[in-house]
């Protein structure tokens, strides 16, 4: 409202400053409210693309892209308020100068917060608990990962015996217990806790304002995976996570299914292209079925170009390996490009698979790799994906060693999931398939 409508709004006496330009209580709460709105909503956009809880982010560049998707995501839903509510509409030039400052604003923010954690005199002082490969290795990963804000103290504990590194712990924690401690946290790596854990130490830390983090909680936030070494099933029972609500499936079941469908729509132009290529590389049929294991533990048929001769399994079911000699050369460039897997959309249309997600197994492979691998059969709490944390992060694996560490990212997942880490794993996916990474 302008002109005599603000003169109309405003107390006697004030319709000079009406005229004069300024806005009437009417419009000020107008606007207002528009304000609370959209901080509102970027509020939720950031909490749901994860940007409050930077612990389950491993590398920086992850915070801008989830910066950009709230920022995308914002523009999109307000664009769409705006078409279905016209009385909501926001000047033009206002909402681009808007976001546009907001962009700015907040990499700013990011990129001052990494330079202040990049100076020594704001890094946190920590000290390692704990003795051999678990400490040792989170050292390394300490001293390499200058982002992570910490410095490395010492790690007393490195002593061979059992009694004389049980009192070189006692000694390092004590010289800490004093009313301004001078280290600001303990990272406990301490592989064998019996008889050996010094709770009263910890406990007078921790009283003295001592943050006190395990190891595995503080590998899992800088590498993004649970690692096995150490994992027991009390991780699983007092841990945030692991909780699959309704309602959150019901989102990514959502956005699986569009994505899924607008995947294939897509590649239809391509598809007779795609079918000769496979007819003329090598005699057989142009789809290849695989049974699969999918959501808890049923079978599924899953669907895929075929990139192997047909006698490729004449001796039994074998992992793909690198340079493998079954797969002929058009197979060779679907399997790194992935256009091998775009028929595998249709099982994300019919449930059978959700678009990210752990990669399905075969079912000759899983009671071998269950009873080898703890916490195998986790993989099957949810349903299987075209493609998965394990697979941007770390690749194809072939071997007992990689299905480990494959499923060490896959429980991640599984304890993280949230519709900005499927987001972010689409775009890794992207990414991956350009430079042709992690296939066999």
Avoid at 27 to 34: A, D, M, S, T, V
Avoid at 42 to 60: G, H, K, V, W
Avoid at 170 to 179: G, I, K, N, Q, T
Wanted: hydrophobic share 45%.
């Amino acid at each position: 409202m302008r002109g005599a409508d603000c003169k109309r709004l405003l107390p006697a006496g004030d319709d000079s400053t009406a005229g004069a330009g300024y806005l009437s209580r009417a419009e000020l709460r107008e606007w207002g409210l528009k304000i609370l709105g959209l901080t509102i909503l970027t509020l939720l956009c950031s909490y749901y693309f994860d940007l409050y809880e930077p612990q389950r982010i491993s590398a920086n560049w992850e915070i801008y892209f989830r910066l950009l998707l709230v920022l995308g995501f914002l523009s999109f839903l307000l664009s769409a308020i705006i078409y279905l509510f016209p009385a909501a509409d926001i000047a033009h030039y206002v909402l681009l100068l808007g976001l546009i400052f907001l962009t700015l604003a907040l990499v700013a923010w990011r990129s001052a917060y990494e330079w202040i954690i990049g100076r020594e005199m704001f890094r946190e002082r920590v000290y390692v608990l704990g003795a051999g490969d678990r400490a040792q290795t989170i050292v390394n990963l300490l001293e390499a990962r200058k982002d992570a804000g910490m410095e490395v103290l010492g790690w007393d504990g490195v002593v061979a015996d059992r009694d004389q590194r049980k009192e070189a712990i006692h000694a390092a924690l004590e010289r800490f217990s004093v009313p301004k401690p001078p280290v600001d946290r303990v990272i406990v790596a301490i592989e064998d806790r019996r008889g050996e854990f010094p709770v009263r130490e910890l406990l007078k830390l921790r009283f003295n304002g001592v943050v006190i983090e395990d190891a595995g909680t503080l590998l899992e936030r800088l590498t993004g995976k649970l690692h096995l070494d150490g994992l027991h099933p009390s991780s699983f029972i007092y841990s945030e996570g692991f909780r699959v609500k309704p309602s959150q499936q019901i989102a990514r079941r959502i956005v699986s299914t569009l994505t899924a469908a607008v995947g294939l729509l897509l590649f239809l132009p391509f598809f007779p292209i795609v079918l000769l290529m496979v007819r003329l590389s090598s005699p057989g049929p142009i789809f290849f079925r695989q049974t699969r294991v999918g959501l808890g533990g049923k079978n599924f048929t899953v669907y895929k170009f075929r990139t192997m001769r047909t006698d490729a399994e004449v001796a039994g079911a074998k992992w793909a390996t690198k340079n493998d000699p079954r797969v002929t050369r058009v197979g060779m460039f679907m399997r790194k490009t992935r256009l091998d897997e775009v028929p595998q959309l249709w099982n994300v249309l019919r449930g059978d698979m959700g678009f990210v997600g752990p990669r399905p197994e075969r079912p000759e492979f899983v009671p071998w790799l269950t009873e080898q691998i703890p916490y195998f059969n986790l993989r099957h709490m949810i349903r299987p994906g075209l493609t998965g944390w394990a697979q941007v992060r770390y690749g194809y694996g072939a071997t007992l060693a990689e299905s480990r560490e494959k499923l060490e990212f896959d429980l991640y997942y599984i304890k993280h999931m949230t519709l900005g880490l499927d987001l972010l794993i689409m775009f890794e996916t992207i990414k991956t398939i350009i430079r042709r990474q992690g296939a066999q």
